[in-house]
């Protein structure tokens, strides 16, 4: 284990800056959003992969690239404003199953971005477009949802393998209050 608490076997090094930190160890950026953030990103990452690749695939052009990593932290912040904004509630009480929901919805951010993200011209458009998705996702949370999940042909709740690193990581749970005070207590 090194001085910063990472187990040596995942390594410090610029790897972390290629795929979008700041840093060369991760756990300074994510200290901000803390373990919603990393969750976020991975569960991003598993089960919408070639939307992922996709993303990150344009997070890497030499005119027009961001930091991947840290959008995805930023957008895990403003899934968690989601969240306390209660505008959701409805939809948690009839799925309930919050947590797909919640992950979904970043998901849908994501997909939102990079729709916005191919018609714009330069890196320099990258603050007003995280502003604007942010502040539409915030406006019609469900409508971000719907349309996300429609495109990628999501009926309902999108299953989280049984035995998965996501199912392993999440305690899952029924009631929307606990979950609400969780996400209250990380950021």
């Known amino acids: ?20 930190f700041n840093h060369t160890d991760p756990s300074i950026d994510l200290s901000s959003p803390k373990m919603i953030g990393a969750i976020c990103l991975l569960y991003f990452i598993t089960q919408y992969r070639g939307l992922a690749e996709q993303v990150f695939h344009s997070s890497t052009n030499s005119t027009k690239g961001f930091p991947f990593a840290l959008l995805g932290l930023t957008f895990s912040k403003s899934v968690v404003k989601l969240v306390r904004k209660e505008s959701l509630n409805r939809q948690f009480i009839r799925q309930k199953q919050l947590i797909y ?31 604007l998705i942010e502040h539409e996702a915030l406006g019609k949370p469900l409508s971000y949802l719907l349309q996300f999940r429609k495109v990628h042909q999501r009926a309902g709740s999108t299953p989280i393998r049984k035995g998965s690193v996501i199912h392993r990581g999440l305690k899952l749970s029924s009631s929307v209050a606990n979950i609400r005070a969780s996400l209250k207590s990380i950021s």
Do not use: P, R
């Open 1 to 20: 284990t090194g001085s910063s608490g990472i187990n040596a076997e995942y390594g410090l090094g610029a790897h972390w800056i290629d795929v979008g």
């Open 101 to 131: 929901i919640v992950m979904d919805l970043y998901c849908s951010i994501w997909y939102k971005f990079g729709q916005y993200w191919a018609a714009a011209k330069t890196s320099d458009e990258l603050s007003q477009i995280t502003t």
